[in-house]
């Protein structure tokens, strides 16, 4: 179904020869249809393609250019496309020695480009043990016909749980990237102390991923298996979000703002919806901060009183957040959000009961006002978390149906 808000760039990627590979493990997200792709097996392809990963993140160099990133067959590749995905070069390789990249749900390979087109791209190996895994990264400094080769970048080698790394590019090329990381919770356990979740984890670079400074903490009694969601302030630093462990096992947001690149400042508490479970969601936050430095935030609860999705803003750094609205339907899930100038666009997926169906709200006044829900698009397969990436000029959604073609559509206001 197409809406005359948006224009549909698909890019369609020929493949050959696709089968399930059962070896790839799955994630089970809570409140997710039968028909959504997470829960899917990834198939493997003869030839490297798209529609043969149940990820793919992109990006828009600062040229214009969209920059995809996708995994299959325990290899990273990259893809460009100059007409906004109508038609993409052929895939670059990122990691030449094959390792077992993790790429589904909301733990996925992420790319990100500095302002002189220097590609970064970070992802979670598997070490093959429970949760075990290390944060991967690699750099194209040529416009991503090579990349160097994979490093570490957690500096505890132990067989234990690394994850669910996000990153940002700061205003002088700065990378900044953090994960969820178990080192913590490993530590407690052998002198017999209890600690809930796991903790947040970061580390940055000031000379283009030459090298990074030493490991630190952000926060401890993180929830262990939801996205985080990095983005940088008007005064170049860091700020982060994520769904944290509070007193009595409550599970809602929090968001540090760093006062420089190498200092966390005070933790704040973002929604009150005093989501209380003993478990995962798999369900992490979105975070966007505009060219006047508000943050606007978007987040999925399931509380008692307080279910569905979630939208306020902040005017203030992060410290105190608007009244957060209420949105979406019946099973709306993993909602993201971007702005550009004073328009700002969420969007999420719902199942309906027969189809999955991509929602759009939209707001021209900061958010102040926001429009009726609108599908903007729909599949019968399982599709993929839906992203949204600006190139300056216009807000696209990024998004990907199993085994069919990359999706970007550009968002009218």
């Given at each position: 179904m197409k809406s005359p808000s948006y224009f549909l760039f698909s890019a369609f990627l020929a493949i050959t020869g696709c089968a399930t590979d059962s070896t790839v493990e799955q994630t089970a997200t809570p409140q997710h249809n039968e028909h959504s792709q997470h829960g899917e097996k990834a198939p493997v392809c003869a030839k490297p393609s798209s529609q043969c990963s149940n990820t793919v993140a992109a990006e828009f160099a600062p040229d214009g250019v969209l920059w995809i990133t996708w995994a299959n067959n325990e290899h990273i590749y990259v893809q460009s496309s100059a007409d906004k995905g109508q038609h993409f070069r052929n895939p670059v390789i990122v990691n030449a020695i094959a390792e077992k990249v993790t790429a589904k749900g909301e733990n996925r390979p992420k790319i990100k480009l500095d302002a002189k087109g220097n590609i970064y791209i970070t992802w979670a190996l598997s070490l093959g043990e429970h949760h075990a895994g290390y944060i991967r990264f690699s750099r194209s400094t040529d416009g991503g016909k090579s990349f160097s080769a994979p490093i570490t970048v957690n500096d505890d080698l132990d067989v234990i749980g690394h994850s669910f790394?996000?990153?940002?590019?700061?205003?002088?090329?700065?990378?900044?990237?953090?994960?969820?990381?178990?080192?913590?919770?490993?530590?407690?356990?052998?002198?017999?102390?209890?600690?809930?979740?796991?903790?947040?984890?970061?580390?940055?670079?000031?000379?283009?991923g030459k090298s990074f400074y030493p490991n630190k903490r952000i926060a401890a009694h993180v929830c262990q298996c939801c996205r985080l969601q990095t983005a940088i302030a008007k005064d170049n630093t860091p700020v982060i979000t994520w769904r944290h462990i509070f007193d009595g096992g409550i599970r809602d947001h929090a968001l540090v703002k760093f006062t420089d690149w190498n200092t966390p400042a005070e933790l704040q508490r973002v929604g009150q919806e005093n989501w209380k479970i003993d478990a995962c969601p798999h369900h992490g936050p979105g975070l966007a901060i505009s060219d006047t430095d508000v943050y606007h935030e978007v987040w999925f609860s399931n509380a008692d009183v307080k279910k569905g999705l979630f939208y306020a803003h902040s005017n203030d750094g992060g410290k105190h957040f608007s009244e957060p609205m209420a949105f979406g339907g019946a099973g709306a899930t993993h909602p993201h959000v971007k702005t550009l100038g004073k328009n700002i666009a969420i969007v999420w997926e719902e199942f309906d009961g027969k189809k999955n169906v991509l929602q759009l709200i939209k707001s021209t006044d900061a958010g102040n006002t926001w429009s009726k829900p609108e599908v903007i698009a729909e599949a019968a397969k399982g599709v993929d978390t839906p992203f949204l990436i600006s190139d300056g000029q216009a807000i696209y959604v990024s998004w990907q149906v199993l085994q069919q073609d990359y999706r970007l559509q550009k968002i009218n206001f």
């Open positions: 790394d996000s990153m940002a590019i700061g205003q002088n090329g700065e990378i900044f990237i953090a994960w969820l990381d178990a080192r913590d919770t490993v530590a407690a356990k052998k002198a017999g102390q209890k600690f809930e979740g796991s903790s947040l984890y970061y580390t940055w670079s000031n000379d283009g």
